[in-house]
């Protein structure tokens, strides 16, 4: 029987290459983004330099009938043996007296909401198979606090316990939860945070080795290929020169 993943937020960073290091070992994929073309180029890429199929799903995931009739369609679902749950975002960084409702509601419809969304869609089916393994992508936003970060570290903190709600709750169901807390990672993460200001994106980054998108894939690829009785529970993973959110040796 193939193994099936799926990954949300494959259209960029983090998401994509995860797809390609799980395309990689064997999986087929369901990937989901908001930008279709750019599911199709990866589709495309990937089937001609791996032997697996890949399913697109266009949606968003802050809109919870799009999540439902969507994952709907994924052909073999009841074969679905790992759920990275990626998508997600910051939108503005400012103080709480100054924070924009919309950047505040984008952020918590996708990082809580959209998690939820697809999570309760998609545990019916691990749960009635005994089996299946979730992987949460949190950040080091869900540890610590860092000024103006308000609202996106509330996300984050809250991917932080609804990973370890999970763990509780499908224990008895012989499910695997990982959450994966990156800091700096090098992807479109800081241009959406800023609203396409690229230079302000690259100025997060500037005088250190920011992490990249592989070093992340490679943590989820380490976690679900553990033996069965093995779960990697949390993993903190820091670019060398950042000791905190905000503690980060710049040359
Ligand atoms: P990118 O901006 O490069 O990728 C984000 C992905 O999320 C895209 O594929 C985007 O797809 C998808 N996405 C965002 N909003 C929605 C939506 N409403 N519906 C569907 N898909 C959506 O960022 P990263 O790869 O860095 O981020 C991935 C995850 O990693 C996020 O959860 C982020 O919080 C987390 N993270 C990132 C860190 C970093 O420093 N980069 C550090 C710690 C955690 P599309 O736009 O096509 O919809
Ligand atoms: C992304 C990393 O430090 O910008 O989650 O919050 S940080």
Request: charged share 25%; hydrophobic share 40%; glycine share 8%.
């Amino acid at each position: 029987m193939s193994k099936l993943a799926i990954v949300t937020g494959a259209t960029a960073g983090i998401g994509e290459s995860t797809a390609r290091k799980l395309a990689g070992i064997g999986f087929d994929l369901v990937l989901t983004g908001r930008r279709q073309e750019r599911l199709e180029r990866l589709k495309q890429q990937i089937e001609n330099d791996y032997n697996i199929k890949v399913q697109l799903l266009c949606f968003d995931i802050r809109d919870k009938k799009e999540v439902e009739t969507a994952i709907e369609k994924i052909e073999k679902i009841e074969e679905l043996e790992i759920l990275i749950n990626n998508a997600g975002l910051a939108s503005g960084l400012s103080p709480i007296h100054e924070g924009d409702n919309d950047d505040w509601e984008k952020m918590i419809d996708t990082n809580i909401k959209g998690l939820l969304y697809i999570s309760r869609k998609i545990m019916p089916y691990m749960v009635k198979n005994k089996k299946g393994h979730i992987v949460n992508i949190g950040s080091v936003a869900g540890r610590e606090v860092y000024p103006n970060g308000n609202v996106y570290c509330a996300t984050k903190h809250a991917v932080d316990a609804l990973s370890k709600a999970m763990r509780i709750d499908l224990l008895p169901h012989g499910i695997r939860v990982t959450q994966i807390a990156p800091g700096a990672v090098e992807t479109e993460f800081s241009i959406v945070r800023f609203h396409g200001d690229e230079g302000k994106a690259k100025a997060v980054y500037n005088g250190f080795d920011p992490l990249l998108a592989e070093d992340i894939a490679d943590a989820v690829i380490y976690a679900v290929t553990r033996p069965a009785h093995v779960n990697i529970n949390d993993m903190l993973i820091m670019p060398t020169a950042q000791a905190t959110a905000t503690n980060i040796d710049r040359k």
